[in-house]
């Protein structure tokens, strides 16, 4: 369920890659008017996401996504309709509005089932699987422009996936948010907490001020900005600069989607050692050394063969850096998932809002194509953030080290995973496991 969830989103954005240059034919308009289309739905995105975030937060998961959803069915509907190219904007707007619905609260009902390492472990199976979108996407689409098909046929497809994930809800979809159980406010008829309640209002600023969402925030965004200015700018490098057919553009996209898939799934076992933010911490620098080799290759005009490859390991790097920044900033209480994953996605997309247009404005710099130098300098930014935060973190350390415990008191307190098994799990593990929670129970203290 997640899955098609998390589909919806990258789905709409690449499934129409291949038909750029037959929409600014089609339109009459430019290449950077096409690329607004994208702009748009990255904006509808992230803005989608900072909103359902917090209602899923107060209202439950189900029915703000079932409200999403259908917004997702009207939305196709208008791009599949629209007669103008901006009405085809606007209409993108709405329909990555309603497709943020489905990856925040995706998200959010992951962080609701799971924690800690399996948690990203989760993200990480999430994230492979979702890949399949973008290597099925371009294909797809590819495929009905090759049969003779206009483009609007994509968004066809688009709508019967809609339609697809809003029965999936209504028929197999339970609610799993810990305060809304079987549809019932919890916090209101005070049956059964599920776990204690903040202390603290657990706001979108609160939230933003903790090191490890707002660090997260920033390498997602910039890495996931860097994605996009790939996006946008791949389709006209290769079909109008290389002369690449749809067919074999689509056959590149599913190559480096593989690439990602099989990323995500070596670093569930990496995860199995090393913790998220230590594969973090070396995945985004070695992103960034395979941008400037891709970045260095398209100024020396190099031959497809060699900047492909360069391509592939840039694009699978995001394989893992991309479930692992989302396991760092989704690491907060189960109550406020819903806003974690709003400002992680408002991250990653609203960054991207900014990359895909500049792809098709800023001009040539140092013999460098725009996509390589918006890419390379994305990816920097996201190893500056690192860095600093790395820093900070240091200086803000090195006053605890002075006053921290000595080996005996350490020794008398409690263990992490002693207080872990103590802690009752979630009620949203309850209704997928099945177990019952007997928290506090004498009888079996560490259940």
């Known amino acids: 369920m997640a899955v098609l969830l998390t589909w919806l989103g990258p789905f709409s954005m690449d499934a129409y890659s291949p038909a750029f240059p037959a929409i600014q034919k089609d339109f009459a308009t430019s290449a950077g008017a096409v690329q607004a289309t994208l702009a748009t739905t990255l904006v509808g995105l992230a803005l989608g996401q900072l909103l359902v ?30 007669w103008t ?25 992951a962080r609701d089932v799971h924690s800690g390492t399996q948690l990203a472990r989760f993200y990480s199976l999430l994230t492979a699987a979702t890949a399949i979108a973008p290597m099925v996407a371009p294909i797809a689409g590819a495929g009905l422009l090759e049969s003779g098909l206009s483009w609007r046929w994509i968004f066809g497809v688009t709508l019967i996936l809609g339609v697809i994930g809003l029965a999936a809800v209504v028929l197999l979809l339970p609610e799993t948010h810990p305060r809304w159980i079987g549809g019932v406010d919890r916090a209101v008829t005070g049956v059964g907490h599920p776990e204690p309640e903040p202390t603290v209002h657990l706001s979108l600023w609160v939230l933003l001020r903790r090191r490890e969402v707002f660090v ?20 006209f490098f290769l079909q109008d600069e290389r002369g690449l057919s749809p067919a074999a553009y689509g056959a590149v996209f599913a190559l480096d989607a593989a690439g990602l898939v099989i990323a995500n799934n070596v670093n569930r076992f990496v995860l199995r050692r090393w913790s998220s933010r230590q594969v973090l911490s070396v995945s985004v620098p070695v992103m960034l050394v395979f941008a400037v080799v891709f970045a260095a290759l398209l100024r020396a005009e190099a031959p497809l063969p060699a900047v492909l490859p360069a391509l592939f390991l840039f694009i699978s790097c995001w394989g893992f850096v991309m479930p692992n920044a989302v396991a760092v900033g989704m690491s907060v209480e189960r109550a406020a998932a819903g806003r974690a994953s709003a400002i992680l996605g408002v991250a990653q997309f609203g960054f991207a809002a900014f990359s895909a247009p500049l792809v098709g404005t800023i001009p040539v710099i140092a013999g460098t194509p725009p996509m390589a130098t918006v890419i390379v300098v994305c990816m920097a930014g996201a190893v500056v ?17 002075a006053h921290s415990p000595g080996r005996r008191e350490l020794r008398r307190q409690p263990s992490a995973s002693l207080m872990a098994e103590r802690t009752c799990v979630s009620p949203a593990v309850q209704l997928v496991d099945r177990h019952v929670c007997t928290k506090g129970s004498e009888a079996n203290p560490t259940s």
């Open 53 to 82: 975030g917090p209602i899923s937060d107060r209202y439950g998961r189900r029915r703000p996504l079932l409200v999403g959803l259908s917004g997702y069915v009207v939305g196709s509907v208008l791009c599949a309709s629209a």
């Open 85 to 109: 190219i901006e009405l085809l904007i606007a209409a993108r707007f709405v329909q990555g509005f309603a497709a943020a619905t489905g990856i925040a609260i995706a998200r959010a009902i």
């Open 216 to 235: 997260s925030a920033l390498v997602l965004g910039l890495c996931g900005a860097a994605m996009i200015a790939h996006l946008a700018g791949l389709s």
């Open 385 to 401: 953030a690192q860095i600093v935060a790395r820093l900070v973190g240091r200086r803000a350390a090195a006053p605890a080290l």
